[in-house]
């Protein structure tokens, strides 16, 4: 089993290799949900994928879960219990940016603030990846905008709510 440290180092990478699987079937996708497994234990569990992992190059392996309600979200998360073996796990949504004037311009209510983003002038659409360790000891975040496919930014602190209710699923 890789180390806390080389788990950490393996997670943006993870996080990016969710986001270009995702990105592989195009845009309006659902919300979806990928465990991380540690590669040693995938090939552990199944000897026969081990020609198809590198636990050195790829310390963790994304597996895709079924799709999450969008509207849901928050709901959700909090019914999912991990296995032991899930060492970490990561989200991938599609959102709406708005610029930071616009974003403080939003009205307090959820579903007000929702309405007026979709409608803003100057909304851009975005995949966003956020993605956690279980022992807290990683977190990462790749944001792709749509329309611009070879600009990806990564950046931990993107959603950081979006972060600690990832974390909260394996409390």
Same mark, same amino acid.
């Given at each position: 089993?890789?180390?806390?440290?080389?788990?950490?180092?393996? @997670?943006?990478?993870?996080?990016? !290799?969710?986001?270009?699987?995702?990105?592989?079937?195009?845009?309006? =996708?659902?919300? =979806?949900?990928?465990?991380?497994?540690?590669?040693?234990?995938?090939?552990?569990?199944?000897?026969?994928?081990?020609? =198809? @992992?590198?636990?050195?190059?790829?310390?963790?392996?994304?597996?895709?879960?079924?799709?999450?309600?969008?509207?849901? @979200? *928050?709901?959700?998360?909090?019914?999912?219990?991990?296995?032991?073996?899930?060492?970490?796990?990561?989200?991938?949504?599609?959102?709406?940016?708005?610029?930071?004037?616009?974003?403080?311009?939003?009205?307090?209510?959820?579903? *007000?603030?929702?309405?007026?983003?979709?409608?803003?002038?100057?909304?851009?659409?975005?995949? @966003?990846?956020?993605?956690?360790?279980?022992?807290? *000891?990683? =977190?990462?975040?790749?944001?792709?905008?749509? *329309? !611009?496919?070879?600009?990806?930014?990564?950046?931990?602190?993107?959603?950081?709510?979006?972060?600690?209710?990832?974390?909260?699923?394996?409390?």
């Amino acid at each position: 089993m890789p180390s806390a440290e080389e788990l950490g180092f393996a @997670l943006p990478v993870a996080t990016r !290799e969710v986001e270009e699987f995702v990105a592989s079937a195009g845009w309006d =996708q659902p919300t =979806q949900i990928f465990a991380l497994v540690a590669t040693e234990t995938m090939i552990a569990a199944a000897p026969e994928m081990a020609d =198809q @992992l590198d636990p050195v190059a790829s310390p963790l392996t994304p597996l895709a879960q079924e799709s999450l309600p969008a509207e849901d @979200l *928050g709901e959700a998360l909090a019914r999912i219990e991990w296995p032991e073996q899930v060492v970490g796990c990561a989200l991938v949504q599609e959102i709406v940016v708005l610029p930071p004037e616009a974003e403080a311009a939003l009205p307090e209510d959820e579903d *007000g603030a929702r309405k007026l983003a979709a409608e803003h002038p100057d909304r851009r659409e975005a995949r @966003l990846v956020a993605a956690v360790l279980r022992d807290g *000891g990683g =977190q990462s975040c790749v944001m792709r905008l749509r *329309g !611009e496919e070879d600009e990806v930014f990564s950046d931990p602190s993107l959603a950081p709510n979006l972060l600690k209710a990832l974390n909260a699923t394996f409390a």
